[in-house]
């Protein structure tokens, strides 16, 4: 590994050339410093880097560094940076490890600085209540999402798909790709077969979730295959995405099958819509994922992104000032938008809305459209979460590949889920 | 003693960047990464002591490890025979006195230095994806070519294809190898009426024999540890189906992505293992088929 070695320490060289460069002129006037982290993406760090400039106006005393790399790397750096008693004061949380980090003791309770420098007089109670473990607070929300099915407005109108996307169950998806492969030879939708967040919202709506309260995998082997059957039958009628990209894992964002053009429809997160509508020159449109045809509801409505205060967090004081302006400050507030997801303050809303773009605009009405169709928000992920997510999409590539059988590849992945989890513990 | 470190002084002095970088940087990551795979250690919490459990599991129930050490022995096993024979046909082919020989000697380098790059491997997976550049070519002569990446057969092959246009390194120190054949041997052969077959399993294999053991010791170890390209083809998952999931990928993924920092050092001790035994392996048959020319008898 002597190659990969050299470039990493070369890379960790420039990083820290550059992380040193950065603070080191505001250092000189500032005696009071504060670190922001944050995975991203060039958009969102450049909103970042304006919000940190105001702050920085406003408070001339305290110098802000910020430092972000994307979501795969985010994570490496995180735990060595915890590992190292070097975490920022501040950090991107995600829900998925917000047990993990918090119940580990690498996050700071907020509830002392509620009224105390951390103001959430404006502030509505659903989104708040997704950052607490074990009853405190550790994390605040700062932007809020849901499932969504993306669609190509356009293709759908040509294919005279007439259900209506927010009401409509997994039959009508199934027809919507037929009439769409059939009439204008672009394949109906993604094949999500190895979209574990898809899987989730069908065992959701057979009354299951990915998780027990106790941390043992929800899904039942039966949830699992017939889910897999749904796409193997849109696969084997050829209304969905070849079988050599579906089978490319964690593939860039880009890569997408709407936005290559090759499919109509597909799954994602609410806040995506923005970037995914950034790359494509149809416009897009929200549907909610199909519900079984007398279900319950399925979809749920999560933070997408919180902050937290870190265990080594040196300037708390700083640090909750900062963080009390990203949600209240009209300036700050305006630039952020709605990138991280919807913000939790109605006033924030409220300010942003004369401005939407038309992509924002499709998914804040999203997001009001699906207010009563959503059930309760599920316990973060359990330790392990990462690696059954990873099972399923391993164990679930051979069934695309027609390498193995619906059966008994939903047996296996619900084994090898409860073997990991019981290791994680 | 004394005479031995006045003799040697001035290859200490030379060695002293590397004793340094060795001691200060090197060492103690390394026996801190020992002390580590005897405990669970999640980088969060403290390490805790659990004895050999990390090595019990990894052999008894992982059975992961095992598809790990598998892909990489394949790998191993085509990559290096490949890689080296290629570079001895080039090094050759260049051998014969060539006016341009440093151009092309630099040419056929450069796939060696770029191959290192994480640019290289993203080319890579768009050259051999189902629509990609490959299959266009065979396309046009009448192929329909696999989806070579996304499926399980054939995605290992596109890792070796790579490892091989990366001949460049063995390649130069076989020329210089070659180089130090006398040529007197040669014209003593082509006036004995030998056919060039017979010169290059009497005369060039023989006496190139301390160059290709060197090249075959290096290029093995090399193998065991690649990385990157299995890592940027399969997007870090080892996918499809783990046919990518290289022994460094799998370390990987269980240290930064499932956060198991202990286990991962128990399996970098293991291929540390695996690597100092073949390479011993490699010594101990040197005895029988590799001959130095000052060698006594």
Same mark, same amino acid.
């Given at each position: %590994?002597?190659?990969? =070695? *050299?470039?990493?320490?070369? !890379? &960790?060289?420039? +990083? ?132 969504? %099915?993306?669609?190509? =407005? *356009?293709?759908?109108?040509? !294919? &005279?798909?007439? +259900? ?262 | ?297």
């Amino acid at each position: %590994m002597s190659k990969f =070695t *050299r470039r990493t320490v070369l !890379a &960790g060289m420039g +990083a820290a050339a550059a992380a040193t460069a950065l603070p080191a002129i505001p250092a000189i006037a500032a005696d009071r410093s504060i670190r922001h982290f944050w995975w991203g993406n060039p958009n969102r760090d450049e909103r970042t880097f304006k919000v940190i400039d105001i702050f920085q106006q406003h408070h001339p005393e305290i110098a802000v560094s910020g430092e972000t790399v994307g979501w795969g790397d985010y994570w490496t750096k995180m735990a060595t940076q915890t590992a190292g008693r070097n975490m920022a004061d501040l950090v991107q949380m995600d829900y998925s490890l917000l047990f993990e980090y918090s119940r580990r003791g690498a996050l700071r309770t907020l509830d002392e600085h509620i009224g105390n420098g951390l103001d959430l007089s404006n502030f509505d109670k659903g989104p708040l209540s997704g950052g607490y473990v074990d009853g405190k607070l550790y994390a605040l929300n700062i932007g809020s999402n849901s499932q969504v %099915m993306p669609y190509n =407005t *356009r293709l759908l109108e040509e !294919a &005279g798909v007439t +259900a209506d996307p927010i009401t409509w169950t997994r039959d009508d998806y199934a027809a919507a790709c037929e009439a769409i492969t059939s009439k204008t030879g672009v394949k109906g939708s993604d094949d999500l077969s190895l979209v574990t967040e898809n899987q989730e919202v069908w065992a959701r709506q057979n009354g299951r979730g990915f998780y027990n309260e106790d941390g043992t995998l929800g899904f039942t082997v039966e949830d699992v295959s017939t889910y897999w059957d749904y796409w193997a039958k849109l696969r084997e009628a050829d209304l969905v995405r070849s079988k050599d990209k579906t089978v490319i894992l964690d593939a860039p964002f880009a890569e997408g099958g709407m936005i290559k053009g090759e499919t109509a429809m597909s799954m994602m997160w609410s806040n995506q819509i923005v970037g995914l509508q950034a790359l494509m020159q149809d416009p897009v449109g929200a549907g909610m994922v199909p519900h079984k045809a007398d279900g319950k509801p399925g979809q749920f409505i999560k933070p997408s992104m919180f902050m937290s205060l870190t265990r080594d967090a040196k300037d708390v004081e700083a640090a909750i000032m900062y963080m009390s302006d990203w949600v209240n400050d009209p300036e700050s507030t305006a630039i952020l938008g709605l990138e991280r997801g919807i913000p939790a303050n109605p006033n924030v809303r409220a300010a942003l809305e004369p401005n939407f773009t038309p992509p924002e605009k499709v998914s804040v009405d999203y997001f009001n459209a699906i207010q009563d169709k959503v059930g309760a928000l599920p316990l973060p992920a359990p330790k392990g979460h990462n690696e059954v997510r990873d099972a399923y999409m391993r164990i679930g590539t051979d069934v695309v590949l027609g390498n193995k059988g619906v059966a008994e590849a939903a047996e296996e992945f619900v084994q090898t889920a409860s073997d990991i989890l019981e290791r994680a513990k | 003693m004394k005479r031995f470190l006045v003799r040697n002084t001035p290859g200490f002095v030379f060695l002293t960047p590397w004793l340094i970088g060795f001691f200060c940087l090197a060492l103690g990551p390394i026996l801190a990464s020992l002390f580590l795979s005897f405990t669970h250690y999640d980088m969060v919490a403290d390490p805790r002591w659990i004895g050999l459990d990390n090595y019990l599991y990894m052999f008894g129930r992982d059975r992961r490890f095992w598809k790990a050490l598998g892909v990489t022995f394949s790998f191993v096993a085509l990559a290096v025979p490949a890689r080296l024979i290629m570079a001895l046909a080039v090094a050759m082919l260049l051998d014969k006195g060539l006016r341009t020989i440093s151009f092309y000697r630099a040419i056929f380098y450069l796939p060696s230095l770029l191959g290192a790059s994480i640019a290289i491997a993203i080319l890579w997976r768009q050259l051999f994806l189902a629509d990609g550049v490959v299959n266009k070519v065979l396309a046009l002569v009448g192929f329909e070519g696999p989806a070579w990446i996304s499926d399980p057969h054939t995605a290992l092959y596109t890792l070796v294809v790579l490892a091989v246009w990366q001949f460049g390194a063995p390649m130069l120190i076989f020329l210089a190898g070659l180089r130090g054949i006398p040529r007197d041997l040669y014209e003593a052969a082509e006036i004995d009426g030998t056919p060039k077959w017979r010169q290059f399993t009497r005369i060039t294999l023989p006496l190139l024999a301390p160059v290709i053991f060197f090249n075959l010791v290096l290029q093995t170890i090399d193998a065991f540890k690649v990385f990157s390209p299995a890592f940027i083809i399969s997007n870090g998952t080892g996918a499809p189906s783990d046919s990518l999931l290289v022994y460094t990928v799998f370390l990987f993924n269980e240290a930064f992505k499932f956060f198991r920092m202990g286990y991962a050092s128990a399996l970098a001790w293991v291929l540390l293992v695996i690597i100092a035994f073949f390479t011993a392996l490699a010594f101990l048959s040197s005895k029988y088929w590799v001959h130095y020319e000052n060698e006594r008898d």
